[in-house]
């Protein structure tokens, strides 16, 4: 199922192999131990496809957001989680666009050689929510150094990084047009005196917590790009960040719908196969037909960001597209599957859980509808 732009097939069948040898029981394992997927990720880091984004004068793939797609959407296919490692992609992706000549050459390297983390991102705070030119957290020039002091909420995969891409505030909070000025991005080595995490427990085997920074010293070079200007490269780096969550959810999607199709088509009651039953049968092909569609409008996403070209609208259609497909599939599944899909070992449920996130978040869809609504059908601001 499914089709590829481009070049992208000898790809996804690469991923394939590396994910294969991890099946949906590795998942549930670490799903019942609430356990990180450190072997996962350790094959994935060797085979380089984590650093799809960095240039090959870095010793990365050198590809695009088109490729990196195809590896994020191949690791949901296979039953895994594409949030447990997906954020070093866009994180890779921020650095490489404006982190200054230093920083790339004495990072880069080694996030491209699997040696350095880069999964975590550490922006959202708990009185700012969506709204995030209203974080707190702020970063002082002290000497050499920047001291940050704050609290954030919801920051995955803190305690299985090497590095985390922190934003924080250089200058106050100014309301009306200025709002979005004044925040700063820090490239952060973990883990570090002055953090301290709180696991938060959720309803996803996905690493995620409540930190606290106390007094934490980041040298001043570890600033990526200007100081006060982190909201525009916080902008572009949330279309990448749709575009691999629409990816991640078609994945998810194709997975329950091969699943589910072929269970519809040998579970028999009544006599005959339940997938005879339309009920059962077209939710799956209407699920099917949306997900086709999202991936087309991920492509195009894709295909404008890869040229450096605007593709805001394209990216929040795509991750909303693709969310509502794959949330749409994980219900149909549940339909087909029955009280099995409560089944653990039927993997449906974890999968259930996991894919619901994306409607949520990165970007809840109703975020994206209020873009689509104010910029590109011209009504009034609604967030
Ligand atoms: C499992 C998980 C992992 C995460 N990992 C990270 C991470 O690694 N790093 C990080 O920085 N963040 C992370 N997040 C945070 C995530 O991006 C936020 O939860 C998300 O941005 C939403 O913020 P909030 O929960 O505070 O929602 P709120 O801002 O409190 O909003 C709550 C709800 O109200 C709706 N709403 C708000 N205003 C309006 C309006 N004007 N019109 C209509 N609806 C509105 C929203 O759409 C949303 O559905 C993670 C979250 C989860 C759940």
Same mark, same amino acid.
Not at 277 to 293: D, G, K, M, V, W
């Given at each position: 199922?499914?089709?590829?732009?481009?070049?992208?097939?000898?790809?996804?069948?690469?991923?394939?192999?590396?994910?294969?040898?991890?099946?949906?029981?590795?998942?549930?394992?670490?799903?019942?131990?609430?356990?990180?997927?450190?072997?996962?990720?350790?094959?994935?880091?060797?085979?380089?496809?984590?650093?799809?984004?960095?240039?090959?004068?870095?010793?990365?793939?050198?590809?695009?957001?088109?490729?990196?797609?195809?590896?994020?959407?191949?690791?949901?296919?296979?039953?895994?989680?594409?949030?447990?490692?997906?954020?070093?992609?866009?994180?890779?992706?921020?650095?490489?666009?404006?982190?200054?000549?230093?920083?790339?050459?004495?990072?880069?390297?080694?996030?491209?050689?699997?040696?350095?983390?880069?999964?975590?991102?550490?922006?959202?705070?708990?009185?700012?929510?969506?709204?995030?030119?209203?974080?707190?957290?702020?970063?002082?020039?002290?000497?050499?150094?920047?001291?940050?002091?704050?609290?954030?909420?919801?920051?995955?995969?803190? /305690?299985?990084?090497?590095?985390?891409?922190? #934003? @924080?505030?250089? $200058?106050?909070?100014?309301?009306?047009? !200025?709002? =979005? &000025?004044?925040?700063?991005?820090?490239?952060?080595?973990?883990?570090?005196?002055?953090?301290?995490?709180?696991?938060?427990?959720?309803?996803?085997?996905?690493?995620?917590?409540?930190?606290?920074?106390?007094?934490?010293?980041?040298?001043?070079?570890?600033?990526?790009?200007?100081?006060?200007?982190?909201?525009?490269?916080?902008?572009?780096?949330?279309?990448?960040?749709?575009?691999?969550?629409?990816?991640?959810?078609?994945?998810?999607?194709?997975?329950?719908?091969?699943?589910?199709?072929?269970?519809?088509?040998?579970?028999?009651?009544?006599?005959?196969?339940?997938?005879?039953?339309?009920?059962? /049968?077209?939710?799956?092909?209407?699920?099917? #037909? @949306?997900?086709? $569609?999202?991936?087309?409008?991920?492509? !195009?996403? =894709? &295909?404008?960001?890869?040229?450096?070209?605007?593709?805001?609208?394209?990216?929040?259609?795509?991750?909303?597209?693709?969310?509502?497909?794959?949330?749409?599939?994980?219900?149909?599944?549940?339909?087909?599957?029955?009280?099995?899909?409560?089944?653990?070992?039927?993997?449906?449920?974890?999968?259930?859980?996991?894919?619901?996130?994306?409607?949520?978040?990165?970007?809840?869809?109703?975020?994206?509808?209020?873009?689509?609504?104010?910029?590109?059908?011209?009504?009034?601001?609604?967030?």
């Amino acid at each position: 199922m499914g089709h590829d732009h481009g070049g992208s097939a000898a790809i996804r069948e690469e991923v394939a192999a590396i994910c294969a040898r991890f099946p949906d029981e590795y998942w549930r394992g670490l799903d019942a131990d609430r356990r990180y997927p450190e072997e996962f990720l350790q094959a994935l880091l060797e085979s380089g496809w984590l650093g799809v984004l960095i240039p090959r004068e870095y010793g990365g793939k050198g590809l695009g957001i088109t490729e990196a797609a195809v590896v994020i959407e191949e690791i949901s296919r296979s039953g895994g989680n594409a949030a447990t490692c997906h954020a070093q992609i866009y994180n890779t992706g921020m650095l490489v666009r404006h982190g200054s000549e230093e920083l790339r050459k004495s990072y880069l390297p080694r996030i491209a050689a699997g040696e350095l983390r880069l999964l975590a991102f550490a922006l959202t705070e708990h009185d700012a929510g969506l709204d995030t030119t209203r974080i707190a957290t702020e970063a002082v020039r002290d000497g050499d150094d920047y001291v940050v002091n704050g609290t954030k909420n919801w920051l995955s995969r803190v /305690q299985h990084s090497d590095l985390m891409i922190l #934003a @924080a505030r250089t $200058a106050p909070y100014e309301a009306g047009a !200025r709002r =979005a &000025e004044g925040l700063s991005a820090f490239l952060v080595e973990l883990p570090a005196d002055g953090i301290e995490a709180r696991p938060v427990r959720t309803m996803l085997n996905l690493e995620t917590n409540e930190v606290t920074f106390r007094d934490l010293r980041v040298p001043a070079e570890n600033l990526i790009g200007e100081e006060g200007a982190a909201f525009r490269y916080l902008i572009h780096g949330v279309n990448g960040d749709r575009i691999a969550a629409a990816s991640a959810a078609i994945g998810d999607s194709r997975w329950f719908l091969a699943k589910a199709s072929r269970y519809a088509s040998e579970r028999e009651v009544f006599g005959r196969p339940i997938g005879q039953n339309q009920s059962i /049968q077209f939710p799956l092909a209407r699920a099917y #037909a @949306a997900t086709e $569609a999202a991936s087309l409008m991920r492509f !195009r996403a =894709a &295909e404008l960001y890869d040229r450096g070209e605007s593709c805001a609208a394209e990216a929040n259609m795509a991750k909303l597209l693709a969310s509502e497909a794959s949330w749409d599939a994980a219900n149909a599944a549940m339909n087909t599957f029955g009280g099995y899909g409560f089944a653990a070992e039927y993997d449906v449920e974890r999968k259930f859980r996991e894919t619901r996130l994306f409607v949520n978040g990165p970007g809840s869809n109703q975020l994206l509808l209020s873009y689509l609504g104010q910029h590109v059908l011209g009504m009034p601001r609604s967030f």
